[in-house]
Structure formats: structure tokens, C-alpha cells
């Protein structure tokens, strides 16, 4: 029997205690009991223990982060700093000593309006965590921007007596954001003069191309019926190289404006679109286009999407000799994107070539040959990596021709 319960035993039965030998069955329960709860009593005591340290250390952990990531101070109800941590002396350029007791106004910009200062304080005093950035000087006159969070702490009756201010140094941010605005605007400016320009080239390269083909048109009537045969091929030739420069000014035009002309998504279906093509294509009555059976809606920009197939099935149909020509279109469809494949049972094109052919100005076969400017497949690539998509030929000689390329269900806002 543990000593302390037999001395209380017999401080309160005195002279009339029990016989030991009857109760010891229930001394030793109440004895046992006693040990159990000593040691569920330390276990608890050890685990409340450990729980306290890791508390602490989690804290010290979290506290640690937060100043090597904010600027941290903390001020009483009247705006007074009480404390700040290290990195918010860094950056302010000031000693804590310097910091301490004084209002926030110390590292004050001015940049802010009263008006603005009066909102911060309205929603601070009402006991409301405020969150916006702000325009502060450095000691050394330097100014510097911060995201900052102000977290008010109340009494029992709810009204603030200190407030906390974690901040975000975001100077470089605002400074990249400026640059980036001035940038933009600069830009546009430059864009909209290159419009000007090109529209202004356009109409002064065009204008004596046009005299010079209405020229070869009147010496022909001039001469009706006198005209040799050689002369007659070479006007006719000359005829063809106007329109061919024609061509090459209006390529030029529309490949500039890749990338710089945005126009407005749309949601429509591609069977519609295939259908103004190919009508537009007027390919002869031999040609023949063979289309999915379903074809998906999309969300894009339908010009853009418009030109690029304009261009492969075009293509497909000019430079094929085959009695029975064939553009075969398909497509996969993704999460995010579609692959279409544009499809020909042409010559087909060399491995060697494959990038070449996106290159602007560079065409395969002679222009004599077949009046082409060399822009088509430039603006096709340059259209799809626009839309953040990429463009592809499997080709070999003999075999026909398969056009990739990727194109996103709905294009991002730019």
C-alpha cells in the first residue's frame, strides 16, 4: 500500500482501522489505481511538453520565413511604430532606433492623395484588414513600392490597439509594369506608322505597275492585227510579271500584318468555313476536296484561321499534276487545341525542302513556271505561331503532301 494513502487511512478510522487483511483487495485496486493515473499523468505531462516545443519551434519556423520574406512592423492604435524586423530597416534605409516612435509619415512619398490615406485609416479603425500597394521613400530619398497587408489586433471590445503590416518589396514589378506600358503604347505607335507606310508603298509601287500593264494593253490595240508572234508573247509575259509584282506587293502587306492586326474572336463552325473557301477557290470541276464528316465548332479568329487554309488547299491544287487532284482534310482534336492535317495526292516535296518552304520568298519551282510569290507558306507559319500553335510538312517526292499544324479551340486574349 502506498504510505501516503495508509497515514490518511489512519488519520481519519484512528483506533477503529480496519483490518488490512480484509480490505487489502480493495487497498491494492485503489493502489493500482493511484500508479495508473501517476503514469497516464506523466505521459500527458511529457506530450504536453513535446507539443509546447514544437508549437514554439513552429512559430520561430513561420516567423523566420515571413521576416527573411517581409518587411514586418507593427504599430499602436496611433500609427506610432512599435517594431519592425530587419529587412524593413534594409529597405527604408533606416536604423531601428530611427523607426521606432514615429509615425509611418517618416517614410512617407507623398505620392498618395489625403483621400486615399482616409479610406486606409476608415477601414483599419472599423477593424477591417486593408490590402493595396504603396508608394514609400527611402531614408536616402529613393522610392519604393510595397504590397502591403494590414491586419488589425483588437481588444475584448473589438477595437484596435495595434496593427500588424506584412509588405512585399514590388519596385521592380511596378518598374517592369512601366516599361512594359511605355513599351506597348511605343508599339502601337510604331505599328500604326508602319500601316501608313505600307498602305502609302502599296499605292506607289501599284500605281505605275497598273500604267505600265494599261501601256502594253493600248500598244496591243495600237498594233491589232500587225503584232508578231514574239511580240505578242512578250507583252504577254510583261502582262504576267506586272501581275506577279502585284501579288508580290499585296504578300508583302499581309505578311506585315501578322501579329500586329488582331481581329475579334468569334465562336463558328468549321464546316461554314471550309464551304466559303472552297468557294472562293473556284477550282475546277476535276478538283476535288474531301472533308470530316463532323467538324467541331471553334472560338478563334476566323480570318486568321481562313488565310491559313486558303493558302495549303490553294497550294495543293496549284502544284499538282495529278489527272485527278485530291486535298483530303482532317483533324485531331485535343484538350486545349486541334490538329488539322491538309492533305494532297501531288508530287510531293524532298525532305530537303521541308523548311525551306516556310521561308519567305522561296518557292520550288521556277516563277515562269507557275506564277507564285514565295509569301503563302510564310503567312501560314507565321499566322499559326501567332496563336501560340506550330506547323509541319511529311513529305517525300512521288508520294503527295501532309500539311500540319496546331490551332487552339479558343485563342487567349492578348
Not at 55 to 80: C, M, P, Q, R
Request: proline share 3%; glycine share 6%.
Amino acid at each position: 500500500m502506498h504510505k501516503l494513502l495508509k497515514s490518511q487511512l489512519i488519520k481519519i478510522y484512528g483506533e477503529r482501522f480496519p483490518n488490512l487483511e480484509a480490505i487489502e483487495p480493495l487497498l491494492n485496486l485503489v493502489d493500482q489505481s493511484y500508479h495508473e493515473f501517476q503514469n497516464e499523468f506523466s505521459a500527458l505531462e511529457r506530450t504536453s511538453n513535446l507539443s509546447e516545443n514544437e508549437s514554439y519551434n513552429e512559430l520561430h519556423n513561420f516567423k523566420e520565413a515571413i521576416d527573411k520574406a517581409s518587411l514586418v512592423s507593427i504599430t499602436d492604435a496611433d500609427g506610432l511604430i512599435l517594431s519592425a524586423n530587419e529587412k524593413f530597416c534594409q529597405t527604408c534605409g533606416y536604423e531601428l532606433h530611427e523607426l521606432i516612435g514615429k509615425n509611418h509619415n517618416i517614410i512617407g512619398s507623398g505620392y498618395h492623395s489625403a483621400l486615399f490615406w482616409q479610406d486606409v485609416w476608415k477601414s483599419l479603425n472599423a477593424g477591417e484588414i486593408w490590402q493595396g500597394e504603396i508608394c514609400n521613400r527611402k531614408k536616402n530619398g529613393e522610392l519604393f513600392w510595397i504590397d502591403s497587408t494590414i491586419i488589425p489586433f483588437k481588444n475584448d471590445n473589438g477595437i484596435p490597439y495595434q496593427y500588424l503590416a506584412i509588405k512585399f518589396d514590388i519596385t521592380e514589378k511596378k518598374e517592369s509594369s512601366r516599361l512594359i506600358h511605355l513599351y506597348n503604347n511605343e508599339l502601337e505607335k510604331k505599328n500604326k506608322e508602319l500601316d501608313q507606310f505600307a498602305y502609302i508603298v502599296s499605292h506607289d509601287l501599284k500605281a505605275p505597275l497598273r500604267g505600265i500593264n494599261n501601256l502594253s494593253q493600248w500598244i496591243e490595240e495600237d498594233l491589232e492585227g500587225k503584232i508578231e508572234a514574239d511580240t505578242q508573247k512578250n507583252l504577254d509575259l510583261l502582262r504576267k510579271r506586272v501581275q506577279r509584282m502585284e501579288n508580290l506587293i499585296d504578300g508583302i502587306l499581309q505578311y506585315s500584318r501578322v501579329g500586329r492586326i488582331k481581329n475579334h474572336s468569334e465562336e463558328f463552325e468549321l464546316e461554314s468555313l471550309f464551304s466559303e473557301i472552297i468557294c472562293n477557290l473556284h477550282q475546277p470541276s476535276n478538283y476535288k476536296v474531301k472533308l470530316p464528316k463532323v467538324m467541331p465548332k471553334i472560338n478563334s479568329e476566323k480570318i486568321a484561321l481562313e488565310q491559313v487554309f486558303s493558302n495549303l488547299i490553294s497550294n495543293a491544287f496549284k502544284y499538282n499534276h495529278n489527272p485527278e487532284p485530291i486535298v483530303d482534310i482532317s483533324f485531331t482534336e485535343y484538350n486545349t487545341y486541334i490538329e488539322f492535317c491538309v492533305a494532297d495526292n501531288g508530287a510531293g516535296i524532298d525532305k530537303e525542302f521541308h523548311e525551306k518552304i516556310f521561308v519567305i520568298f522561296q518557292t520550288l519551282q521556277a516563277r515562269d513556271t507557275y506564277e507564285s510569290t514565295g509569301v503563302g507558306l510564310a503567312i501560314v507559319k507565321k499566322l499559326v505561331e501567332d496563336k501560340g500553335g506550330k506547323v509541319w510538312v511529311e513529305s517525300t517526292s512521288n508520294e503527295g503532301t501532309k500539311f500540319y499544324f496546331n490551332w487552339p479551340k479558343e485563342v487567349p486574349a492578348k
